[in-house]
């Protein structure tokens, strides 16, 4: 398979949800384009293609599909949020647009205030010209640019939309002699959408606030002093200088100086961690006290702020499934609720007594306006995007709405245990000596015996004996694959390795009665004792478990390469409901196939791992975990979700909040339909205005759209 192409734009000035969706149904359905995405939170497509060689085709029918579909829209190169002259030249323009129409917004309103009074003043009323032309007037100031809209919009085919339901329902006012209603809907519209293209702006920015770590500049040291640099042209060994307050714009090494760093952008945690000369940094992460030199290891677009925001914001492409059910629901919804308008405006009058066309036109009328499904594609997407930006807060990676969804009906977790439920480093926990031995002269034996083996329960012996080794005492060095060694240490023939090792060589040793691995050692032919090296387990492991528990999650596994009598210690100290043991990479999978179907129908399996030696578990899984460690590559590139910290009880974290996002798009669903249905009940009953279909539109939409944003308000859970 050819390697596939992807590059990011900006559609800047996208606000419209439903232009939104139409430009990713054109462009999908372009030759060439395996896939395209359009992330209505931040303004962004993604396109992907496995032919390269049509790349400049597709990027002009691209262009051609926005400029027909939505010609406000510029297509840019993706940055997020844009900062530079070009942005700011664009910005200022926006405003003057946006003064523009605040000031048609106002003297339409002034026009319809002096209409209305002349209306209720019956000493004096307008000529019936005159008052249509107040009105009119009004009304085209105020509601002008919608009904060339939706005038530009029909030509295009493009009938459904806001723009051409809101022109009919107050056009077809004035037909019937409404003319105060008709321009009284309009201001009222214009009012509502002003308000939530506010609430969507301040959700956008309040997005791009959470994931506030991009540095804007880098202090690069050179033989003529500082310079300030963009971040991206400093070069891996370049020096750099970080001042208090400051951002460390690259992933480095301190070279000069001592300070503290704020790291909770990156990892959630708001306890300031101390550097020194040597110490690694991670670019994000805010100087607090001191003047640092730091070395850049990464290039500026390898760096962990980058890989982060890359992730965050990219986001929003991998869908869930209720994004994906809303927008093919606004598909069908509304041409349904249009034509229905239009048979309640056509159809009763022609076989009702005394009914009366402008009656039933009315009512048609509150159907067209109430039947925009803006509510709902607003504010979904963006209480998905602010859930994920609110996890991101607490240090919790999440690649997609999708993965944010499926957290919500967790039913199993999985967890591997080296790296994930125990820190990963081996540590001598008990020494016992035997034939007369102490424990230093055991150790002694061990640590030489064990001089030439990268191995970690080799390093944790050695560190245990903690003095230097006299390479000079070791003779002949015999490795025996995956038991042990036999080493002559002096005049001393000294046999180290498991217990397999010394059955095969029919050596009786004793059961050691702990948990953790044993090295069994006998000194020429005699046994001589034993070493027990234990994987310390995290802090919060047990505490992990319990707090899963504590929410629902019905069954809580462990899987490990370990011995069995390891594995049952460590679920029994910690609560675990099962162990497997003695596994292999492959049986690691093996057991999820045999978990998922043991599982209830609707959850969701979990796995959890070190996201590098266990890419197949985290593949298979229905959401991956990742014990990333702040700045890991690796981890990141594996799992849909990443853990920053490394602590096993953000797990739970993770589906407190992604249980608090499912409840806020459900709560708007909700809302919104029933608020939609009622209006267009009482607007078929007769009971209804446009007033109230208004509100069942920009109103609910706006009110929709400010609940969304409490997703990215996500308090710290742990």
């Known amino acids: 398979m050819k390697a596939a192409l992807r590059r990011e734009y900006v559609l800047h000035n996208l606000c419209c949800p439903q232009c939104a969706a139409e430009i990713e149904k054109h462009i999908s359905a372009l030759e060439g384009v ?35 579909l939505e010609p406000s829209i510029e297509l840019r190169d993706a940055v997020l949020f844009p900062n530079g002259s070009e942005a700011k030249a664009k910005e200022s323009s926006d405003s003057v647009k946006k003064r523009f129409r605040r000031a048609g917004l106002i003297l339409g309103a002034a026009l319809f205030a002096v209409g209305l009074a002349f209306d209720y003043v019956s000493a004096v009323s307008l000529a019936p010209f005159m008052r249509l032309g107040v009105f009119l007037a009004s009304y085209i100031l105020v509601g002008g640019e919608v009904f060339v809209k939706a005038v530009r919009n029909i030509a295009k085919g493009k009938i459904f939309d806001e723009n051409f ?86 992933d480095g090494v301190v070279a000069e100086g001592f300070s503290a760093l704020d790291t909770s952008a990156l990892s959630g945690e708001s306890l300031p961690r101390d550097v020194e000369p040597g110490s690694a940094v991670l670019s994000g992460s805010i100087n607090k006290s001191g003047l640092l030199t730091i070395e850049a290891s990464k290039v500026f677009g390898e760096s962990t702020a980058s890989k982060i925001l890359n992730l965050v914001q990219n986001a929003g492409n991998k869908k869930s499934v209720t994004e994906n059910f809303i927008t093919k629901f606004a598909r069908y919804y509304t041409p349904a609720v249009a034509f229905s308008a239009a048979a309640l405006a056509v159809f009763p009058p022609l076989f009702i007594p005394d009914a009366s066309f402008a009656e039933w036109g009315r009512r048609g009328l509150v159907f067209l306006v109430v039947s925009c499904p803006c509510a709902l594609v607003i504010s979904i997407p963006l209480s998905f995007f602010g859930g994920i930006g609110g996890a991101s807060r607490n240090g919790i990676l999440i690649k997609g709405s999708n993965y944010l969804e499926a957290l919500t009906n967790v039913d199993t977790v999985v967890f591997d245990k080296t790296g994930t439920l125990t820190k990963g480093s081996f540590n001598v926990t008990n020494i016992v000596p035997a034939g007369g031995l102490t424990k230093e002269k055991l150790l002694y034996y061990a640590a030489h015996a064990e001089l030439h083996s990268n191995h970690p329960i080799a390093l944790s012996i050695r560190n245990a004996y903690g003095k230097g080794l006299d390479a000079g005492v070791i003779g002949i060095y015999e490795e025996i694959a995956g038991k042990g060694v036999r080493v002559r240490v002096g005049e001393d023939i000294v046999l180290a390795g498991n217990a397999k090792l010394f059955e095969a060589m029919q050596i009786a040793v004793p059961a050691t009665g702990e948990s953790g691995t044993a090295v069994y050692l006998t000194v020429n032919g005699g046994y001589a004792g034993c070493i027990v ?55 690691k999978v093996e057991c999820l196939e045999d978990l998922e179907q ?12 070190d996201g590098v030696n266990d890419a197949p578990a985290l593949a298979r899984s229905d959401v991956g975990v990742a014990m990333g460690g702040v700045g890991s590559d690796a981890a990141i590139e594996a799992a849909d979700v990443v853990l920053m910290t490394d602590e096993p009880s953000r797990i739970a974290g993770a589906i407190l909040i992604a249980r608090k996002t499912r409840r806020i798009v459900w709560q708007n669903i909700v809302f919104a339909l029933s608020v939609k249905c009622v209006i267009l009940v009482m607007g078929a009953v007769g009971i209804a205005a446009m007033w109230e279909a208004v ?7 706006l009110i929709a759209v400010l609940n969304a944003m409490r997703a990215m308000k996500t308090a710290k859970v742990f």
Do not use: C
């Not at 040291?221 to 690259?250: C, F, N, S, W, Y």
């Not at 509100?695 to 939409?701: K, L, M, Q, Y």
């Open 34 to 68: 395996r896939r395209a995405v359009v992330n209505f939170s931040v303004q962004k497509l993604t396109i992907e293609t496995h032919t390269p060689g049509l790349w400049d085709g597709i990027m002009a029918s691209v262009s051609g599909i926005i400029k027909r």
């Open 165 to 250: 339901l809101m022109g009919v329902a107050t056009i077809g006012a004035f037909a019937i002699g409404e003319y105060p209603e008709g321009a009284a809907v309009m201001i009222f519209y214009r009012v509502g959408e002003a308000f939530q293209d506010y609430a969507v702006g301040r959700s956008r920015k309040s997005i791009s606030a959470l994931m506030d770590i991009r540095p804007d500049y880098a202090n690069l040291k050179t033989t003529a002093g500082l310079e300030r640099v963009p971040p991206d042209a400093v070069r891996v060994g370049d020096l750099i200088v970080v001042k208090p307050g400051e951002k460390i714009p690259l």
């Open 533 to 587: 090296i234990s994987d310390e387990l995290k802090a919060d492991s047990k505490q992990a478990v319990e707090e899963l528990r504590a929410i629902g999650v019905k069954r809580i596994v462990m899987l490990t390469g370990d011995s069995k009598a390891v594995g049952e210690s460590i679920a029994q100290r910690i609560g675990l409901d099962t162990v497997y043991a003695e596994l292999l990479p492959h049986q």
């Open 598 to 609: 043991s599982k209830a129908s609707f959850g969701k399996l979990v796995f959890v791992g």
């Open 695 to 701: 509100f069942g539109d920009v109103g609910v939409a």
